[in-house]
């Protein structure tokens, strides 16, 4: 995978070991992990909240680098 990536994890996630987060951002070269506090293996399902606050800020971030690239320079 070539494109930017968010992984987003539970903190608590009792399923699927955080190592498995670790080791995909080691292996994503765009990618940014970010991990919600008190949460579990379903972060959309318990902190819906932090994850469209991090969608979107993932987002934004992105949109912003690539509207800086076409702003010729003064």
Partial sequence: ???????????NDRIISNKLAVQLH????DAIIRQIPDCGH?????RPDS???LMVEFVQK?????????????
Wanted: glycine letters at 2%; proline letters at 8%.
């Fill in 1 to 11: 995978v070539k494109q930017k990536t968010l992984i987003i994890w539970g903190e």
């Fill in 26 to 29: 080691c292996e994503l070269p």
């Fill in 42 to 46: 379903l972060p959309h399902v318990e």
């Fill in 51 to 53: 994850v469209v606050k």
């Fill in 62 to 74: 992105d949109t912003k680098t690539v509207v800086n690239q076409c702003v010729p320079s003064l």
